[in-house]
């Protein structure tokens, strides 16, 4: 996994940097030594790095001088700066100005080897994506689909496959899990792409109304009809039409369904002129429908029809490794379209990410992570802005229990600054196992600020 991997490490003492080199490359990373800020400058203006181990004390050039720099040449890649002279005030001014992380000298080897596969991650997983593309050819357009755990290979794969023929598809898979993203892939990488792909959502019509809107009608075929009108089918003849929960439609409705399927033909809603049409069909639902087939609720025969190929996708607690890599998505896509400055995710808040169920999937991780951005005043999303602003059924441990153990975002809002403060401290306290350093680190205060705010909330027990 580590092979391919490129980090730069940059320190101007000779016997720490060849000991660096030697522990690192002997954990499998490739690496390239620079002996000053302003040659790491140099190096990064020539190649690309994964990572950069960076110190901060050097003669010519420092090294958040070098940082800044090399920020302006590749934002994207991580620095972690070293530095001897640890203190808050310089960890949050190197955190402020865009480096990922920071240690302390002397180095903690099981720290730094943590650090690093965390920070390195995002390149690990771009670089897979990148042979996976390979792998499914040059002409496949992803189309959004973003993932590196074997469940999604298996069905990009299977999606670059079945996306090539006429086949029907039937799309299962949790609220939210990206089911339609999935549908848009198989159209846009079909001989159909440049025609129509129409989309519909059967459980938002009723009856009537989605009789209507799939086969069209006729003027005067029910009151307000005052004019002929084409339907989905017939507007995405020669394309694709996408039915999401197909399981909601009405018994009759699942009779005219199958007759489309079946003759390739459809009459619309009050005539009687028999029309072709040349559709593939695609269709989705959030239900098992051999069960719902069992329990007598879906038809068996349409049921066979939409099941020509069928495709599962897995809910994001099953896909655990495609986190941070859809996080990381959603922050550059949010940062950009709200002009806003935020780069990218502490390792704790990434871990917050990583150890949620989400059962909202995917889409309620886009979620978390808008709302993040919007209103978060930092480089960074760090885990007490998380706290803060994930929902009661967000950012929990993994157990389903809430960062804010209950409290919902909304309730938070309607707390007094000052409560909404020391429940981020004691929070933060409690996650770094009561360690006061490390918790005043996350916060980005000093030791002293923390301990009078702990005394100052034991004196109010009183």
């Known amino acids: 996994m580590k092979r391919g991997l490129d980090i730069l490490i940059v320190d101007d003492d000779l016997a720490h940097r060849v000991m660096l080199k030697k522990l690192l490359g002997g954990w499998g990373y490739s690496i390239t030594e620079a002996d000053d800020g302003a040659r790491a400058i140099e190096e990064v203006g020539r190649r690309s790095f994964d990572l950069i181990l ?31 002279y640890a203190s808050v005030e310089t960890a949050v001014s190197a955190l402020k100005k865009g480096a990922y992380d920071y240690l302390t000298k002397p180095l903690d080897f099981d720290e730094l080897q943590i650090v690093i596969a965390r920070a390195t991650e995002h390149s690990l997983l771009k670089k897979e994506n990148d042979s996976l593309k390979e792998r499914l050819g040059e002409k496949f357009d992803r189309r959004n689909m973003i993932g590196q755990s074997p469940s999604m290979v298996r069905l990009l794969e299977t999606v670059a496959q079945v996306a090539a023929t006429e086949a029907t598809v039937m799309i299962t898979g949790e609220s939210g899990s990206g089911k339609e993203i999935i549908a848009n892939a198989i159209h846009y990488n079909s001989n159909r792409k440049d025609a129509p792909f129409i989309k519909i959502n059967c459980a938002a019509l009723t009856e009537t109304l989605l009789e209507s809107e799939l086969f069209g009608h006729e003027k005067g075929a029910f009151t307000g009809a005052d004019k002929r009108r084409e339907g989905k089918f017939r507007q995405a003849d020669g394309g694709s039409i996408f039915l999401d929960e197909v399981s909601e439609m009405s018994p009759a409705m699942q009779v005219k369904l199958l007759r489309v399927l079946q003759e390739r033909e459809l009459t619309r809603v009050g005539g009687s002129e028999v029309l072709k049409v040349d559709v593939r069909v695609i269709a989705a639902s959030n239900k098992d429908l051999k069960k719902e087939m069992e329990q007598g609720r879906f038809r068996e025969d349409l049921f066979y029809r939409l099941n020509v190929v069928a495709l599962t ?69 760090d885990e007490v802005e ?68 702990l005394e100052k909330y034991e004196e109010q027990k009183q």
């Open 313 to 381: 996708v897995p809910p994001l607690r099953g896909r655990k490794e495609d986190i941070p890599l859809l996080a990381q998505h959603f922050l550059q896509e949010f940062a950009a379209k709200n002009s806003k400055n935020v780069t990218s995710f502490t390792p704790q808040a990434m871990q917050k990410l990583v150890e949620y169920r989400w059962p909202g999937n995917v889409r309620e991780l886009m979620n978390a992570v808008e709302r993040a951005v919007v209103l978060s005043r930092n480089t960074h999303l």
């Open 386 to 453: 998380l706290t803060l602003l994930m929902d009661d059924h967000s950012g929990a441990n993994g157990k389903g229990e809430s960062i804010m153990q209950g409290q919902s975002a909304s309730a938070s809002v309607n707390l007094p600054l000052g409560e909404v403060e020391k429940r981020s401290i004691l929070e933060a306290l409690n996650t770094c196992g009561g360690n006061k350093s490390e918790a005043a680190r996350r916060l980005g205060i000093t030791r002293k600020t923390l301990r009078k705010k």
């Open 54 to 84: 960076m110190d901060i004390r050097m003669v010519k050039v420092s090294g958040i001088e070098a940082m800044e720099q090399i920020k302006k040449i590749n934002p994207t890649v991580p620095v972690i700066i070293m530095t001897a």
